[in-house]
């Protein structure tokens, strides 16, 4: 049997940290940075500069989006969500979805396997 990866940033382990203070943005960069990759899920903070963006993909399971600083142009099955600082989306799993960065943001994303 073939054991699954584990990963903790241990910055946070035990410890409250801000979470957009532990991803810094690269100028003409998508930065992400793992905070927590179990085979329950992941946690991954991400900084886009302006003008990135992730084409439309599909993943197989639901992905929530929380925005941390700036805003971001999240597109799900073809409809545009202009998400902001403190805002929260949910991608469902199995439908296109797009993130584009109109400026620069950071976000956080947590995907639940199951």
Known sequence: M?????TVLQDCLSRAKALAELVD???DSIV???ILDKPA???TLFAFDAGQK???????YDAVVQVLDGHATITIDGRQNDVS??????MPGNVPHAVAAP????????????
């Open 54 to 60: 992730l084409s439309e993909h599909t993943a197989p």
């Open 85 to 90: 600082t403190g805002r929260i989306i949910i």
């Open 103 to 114: 400026a620069k943001f950071k976000m956080l994303l947590t995907m639940i396997r199951a």
């Open 2 to 6: 073939t054991e699954k990866k584990s």
């Open 41 to 43: 899920g992941t946690i």
């Open 25 to 27: 943005y690269a100028d």
């Open 32 to 34: 992400s940075k793992t």
